[in-house]
């Protein structure tokens, strides 16, 4: 069972001023949706970083398909998709954007990126420089899902996304994870969306875990997320 | 048909149906005729069906004379869409092109049917005319060779449409003067028409470059699934590939146009042709290895968002999600520097007459650490050591004439050669060495 987790945590420490990241034990399966929500400064942009190798830990360890994500990021990337509204992408063309990045996947999937662009409406001949906050964040979520990772890590996917284009990346989120071998975490304040598609929770505030758990299970009937979020003291 | 050859034959059509345009081109073969009235028959002749050439030019331009799709009016003849700022965007099918592709593909399709035209017609002027065979065959190609070569970047200058309306009204001016030089000297002045060509060349670049998206051509084509997909390899084997064909790639156009721009200047002004391309080839290659380390542009901000596009480490953090170390990435990035001051330097060693060639070697080592280190700065957003190196790399330059200067004014007793490789060695030092930090392999403390 643990060889087929894709991401294992234990004894995660992370230190960053005086704020500490304390994470004791997480995992991910495949075949789920995870949403990691909690306050702003509680550690949710860390976490993922850790996760996609772009953070080394103070103490711990964290494994991503069995690998180092800081120390092995070439394993664990090739098959896992990170976003992030604070990455840039290369200042070119996005056509030319998406051919430079498909080099490095054996499983860019040309057929996809032209669906998603479409239901994303970008166009290819458009540059980077001159798309708007919302047209930047779509470019981003097609560049982390164009080679159908096994693992995909959104952070704060929601940002600078209409009405539209919140709609268009849950259903592209819903369409990966039909796969049962893949998984999405996702974090977001946008708390109604991640009520509708996480299977799990991960709740962090201040740097510690709050809950985790089936979202089903935490939240429980009757309420919504944003209700037990308040009764749990994590907003 | 598709729509590019629907597009391509409504053009030829505008082109040729139009008769304003032939008139004017047979007008200006008359005039042109008249200043030299000792001119040869066929020398007349192929005059004119030069003329009718560029009115071609100006069919397929939409600038002269928007042909039989519209007409600008009296009032509007100064009007930004009459003077082709919005010609692209104006009464054409929809092409799967960006407007650079389409002002290239335009141009060279113009200029295809002109040589077409004077390859296959001016042959039969020039057999059947007294005196017209003596040009021979080679001589006549090459003719149409150097031709081709100014023309097409007048063409592609004269397409391009620009912000600024004074840049069209000099273009209507200087449309004269250049149609003189191409149907009076260029065919018949050989090594003197290769600089008018350079020249022309960049001014085509430039206003070429001018060219905007933000004219509104939405896309309306459908995307070729292969444009938006490359062979994928190994993540490290496709980085080492990206790191040597990347630049080139995708800044091919601009590099190849840069080397023979060089070329031909260097060329024009008496150096001998093989030594001059080297140069040409050598500074071009690097400057784009300089700026475009694995294709993707260095400096500048990566999105509308702020920071400061020098040292803003926008490059690290764009491949940061991508399944590459970031040590080899800086390692490659480093190298790019390293070959940009070694193009440099052998730049410096072709130059004819150069006292003190013993410098280059010292003062070439440092100036390229140093701009490697400054390159990596850049990367990493690392803004002092950046700042360090790049003022390390300008002394390194500067070592010579710096050391000069201080012998000048103190009379150094060991001379003043010693004391330029001293600067250099310090230059090389303080600019190189710092920004190696960046290239150390991060441990794995995930462990």
């Given at each position: 069972m643990?060889d087929?987790l894709l991401?294992q945590?234990?004894?995660?420490?992370?230190?960053?001023?005086?704020?500490?990241?304390?994470v004791?034990?997480?995992?991910?399966?495949?075949?789920q949706?995870?949403?990691?929500?909690?306050?702003?400064g509680?550690?949710?942009?860390?976490?993922?970083?850790?996760?996609?190798?772009?953070?080394a830990t103070?103490?711990?360890?964290?494994?991503?398909?069995?690998?180092?994500?800081?120390?092995?990021?070439?394993?664990?990337?090739?098959?896992?998709?990170?976003?992030?509204?604070d990455?840039?992408?290369?200042?070119?063309?996005?056509?030319?954007l998406?051919?430079?990045?498909?080099?490095?996947?054996?499983?860019?999937?040309?057929?996809?990126?032209?669906s998603?662009?479409?239901?994303?409406?970008?166009?290819p001949?458009?540059?980077?420089?001159?798309l708007s906050?919302?047209?930047g964040?779509?470019?981003?979520?097609?560049?982390a899902?164009a080679?159908?990772?096994?693992?995909?890590?959104?952070?704060?996917?929601?940002?600078?996304l209409?009405?539209?284009?919140r709609?268009?990346?849950?259903?592209?989120?819903?369409?990966?994870?039909?796969n049962?071998?893949?998984?999405?975490i996702?974090?977001s304040?946008v708390?109604?969306?991640?009520?509708r598609?996480?299977?799990?929770?991960?709740?962090?505030?201040?740097g510690?875990?709050v809950?985790?758990?089936?979202t089903?299970?935490l939240?429980?009937?009757?309420?919504?997320?944003?209700?037990?979020?308040?009764?749990w003291?994590?907003v | 048909?598709?729509?590019?050859?629907?597009h391509f034959a409504?053009?030829?059509r505008e082109?040729?149906g139009?008769?304003?345009?032939l008139?004017?081109?047979?007008?200006?073969?008359v005039?042109?005729?008249?200043?030299?009235?000792?001119?040869a028959?066929?020398?007349?002749l192929?005059l004119?069906?030069?003329?009718f050439?560029?009115?071609?030019i100006g069919g397929?331009?939409?600038?002269?004379?928007?042909?039989a799709?519209s007409?600008?009016g009296?009032?509007?003849?100064?009007?930004?869409?009459?003077?082709?700022?919005?010609?692209?965007?104006w009464?054409?099918?929809p092409?799967?092109?960006?407007p650079k592709?389409?002002i290239?593909?335009?141009?060279?399709a113009?200029?295809?049917?002109i040589?077409?035209?004077?390859?296959?017609l001016?042959?039969?002027?020039?057999?059947?005319?007294?005196?017209?065979?003596?040009?021979?065959?080679?001589?006549?190609?090459?003719?149409?060779?150097?031709?081709?070569?100014?023309?097409?970047?007048?063409?592609?200058?004269?397409?391009?449409?620009?912000r600024?309306?004074a840049?069209?009204?000099i273009?209507?001016?200087?449309?004269?003067?250049?149609v003189?030089?191409?149907s009076?000297?260029?065919?018949?002045?050989g090594?003197?028409?290769?600089?008018?060509?350079?020249v022309?060349?960049?001014l085509g670049?430039?206003?070429?470059?001018?060219?905007?998206?933000h004219?509104?051509?939405?896309?309306?084509g459908?995307?070729?699934?292969g444009?938006?997909?490359?062979?994928?390899?190994?993540p490290?084997?496709?980085?080492?590939r990206?790191?040597?064909?990347?630049?080139?790639?995708n800044?091919?156009?601009?590099?190849?146009?840069?080397?023979v721009?060089?070329?031909a200047?260097?060329?024009?002004?008496?150096?001998?042709?093989?030594?001059?391309?080297?140069?040409?080839?050598?500074?071009?290659l690097?400057?784009?290895?300089?700026f475009?380390?694995?294709?993707?542009?260095?400096?500048?901000?990566?999105?509308?968002?702020g920071?400061?596009?020098?040292?803003?480490?926008?490059?690290?953090?764009?491949?940061?999600?991508?399944?590459?170390r970031r040590?080899a990435?800086?390692?490659?990035?480093?190298?790019?520097?390293?070959?940009?001051?070694?193009?440099?330097?052998?730049f410096w060693?072709?130059?004819?007459?150069?006292?003190?060639?013993?410098?280059?070697?010292?003062?070439?080592?440092?100036?390229?650490?140093?701009?490697?280190?400054?390159?990596?700065?850049?990367?990493?957003?690392?803004?002092?050591?950046g700042?360090l190196?790049?003022s390390?790399?300008?002394?390194a330059?500067g070592?010579?004439?710096?050391?000069?200067?201080?012998?000048?004014?103190?009379?150094v007793?060991?001379?003043?050669?010693?004391?330029?490789?001293a600067?250099a060695?310090i230059?090389?030092?303080?600019g190189?060495?710092?920004?190696?930090?960046?290239?150390?392999?991060?441990?794995?403390?995930?462990?």
């Open positions: 643990a087929e991401v945590i234990a004894g995660l420490a992370v230190h960053r001023g005086r704020f500490t990241l304390s004791p034990e997480w995992t991910v399966a495949p075949g949706v995870v949403g990691v929500v909690g306050p702003n509680a550690g949710k942009s860390t976490l993922l970083e850790l996760i996609a190798g772009l953070r103070d103490g711990g360890g964290v494994r991503v398909f069995g690998h180092d994500p800081w120390g092995d990021p070439a394993a664990v990337r090739t098959a896992l998709g990170f976003m992030s509204d990455l840039p992408v290369f200042a070119m063309r996005i056509d030319r998406l051919q430079t990045l498909s080099g490095y996947y054996a499983t860019w999937d040309a057929t996809l990126v032209e998603l662009l479409e239901r994303f409406e970008l166009n001949l458009d540059k980077v420089w001159e906050r919302g047209q964040t779509r470019l981003r979520l097609i560049t899902m080679f159908r990772p096994q693992l995909l890590v959104l952070d704060e996917p929601a940002a600078g209409d009405l539209a284009g709609r268009t990346l849950i259903e592209s989120v819903l369409d990966i994870v039909r049962p071998q893949r998984s999405v996702v974090s304040h708390l109604a969306d991640i009520e598609i996480s299977d799990e929770l991960l709740v962090l505030h201040k510690r875990v809950r985790t758990g089936r089903d299970m939240v429980g009937d009757g309420r919504t997320l944003e209700e037990a979020l308040d009764a003291g994590a | 048909m598709t729509p590019a050859v629907c409504g053009r030829v082109a040729v139009s008769p304003r345009l008139l004017a081109g047979l007008a200006c073969g005039f042109a005729m008249t200043l030299d009235p000792g001119f028959t066929h020398l007349r192929s004119v069906l030069k003329m050439s560029l009115s071609y397929f331009a939409s600038v002269i004379g928007p042909g799709t007409s600008p009296q009032g509007r003849f100064w009007s930004t869409r009459f003077l082709g700022v919005d010609t692209l965007d009464a054409h099918p092409l799967p092109l960006g592709s389409r290239l593909v335009e141009s060279l113009a200029v295809g049917i040589l077409l035209w004077r390859v296959i001016e042959p039969v002027y020039l057999l059947a005319l007294p005196g017209g065979s003596s040009v021979g065959v080679p001589g006549f190609l090459w003719d149409r060779l150097v031709e081709a070569c100014l023309i097409v970047p007048c063409a592609v200058a004269w397409m391009s449409p620009s600024f309306r840049v069209h009204v273009r209507i001016l200087a449309i004269g003067p250049l003189a030089v191409w009076l000297f260029a065919p018949r002045l090594t003197w028409s290769w600089g008018v060509v350079a022309v060349l960049t670049l430039l206003e070429f470059s001018q060219v905007r998206l004219l509104t051509m939405p896309f309306r459908r995307t070729r699934s444009a938006l997909v490359r062979r994928s390899r190994p490290a084997s496709q980085l080492r990206d790191l040597w064909l990347g630049p080139l790639k800044n091919l156009l601009l590099t190849a146009c840069t080397v721009a060089l070329a200047f260097a060329v024009a002004h008496g150096m001998p042709k093989g030594q001059s391309f080297l140069a040409g080839v050598v500074l071009g690097s400057g784009a290895f300089l475009l380390p694995l294709g993707v542009p260095l400096l500048g901000r990566q999105d509308r968002r920071g400061t596009p020098l040292f803003g480490g926008w490059f690290v953090r764009a491949w940061a999600a991508l399944p590459v040590d990435l800086l390692r490659g990035v480093y190298a790019h520097g390293l070959i940009w001051g070694g193009g440099l330097s052998l060693m072709t130059l004819p007459d150069l006292d003190d060639r013993w410098l280059i070697a010292p003062v070439g080592l440092a100036a390229s650490v140093s701009v490697g280190g400054a390159l990596v700065c850049a990367a990493v957003g690392d803004k002092w050591r700042m190196s790049t390390a790399a300008a002394l330059l070592a010579g004439p710096l050391a000069w200067g201080l012998d000048f004014l103190f009379r007793w060991i001379g003043w050669p010693p004391v330029a490789i600067i060695a230059a090389g030092g303080l190189g060495l710092p920004p190696l930090v960046h290239l150390v392999p991060r441990r794995a403390p995930n462990t």
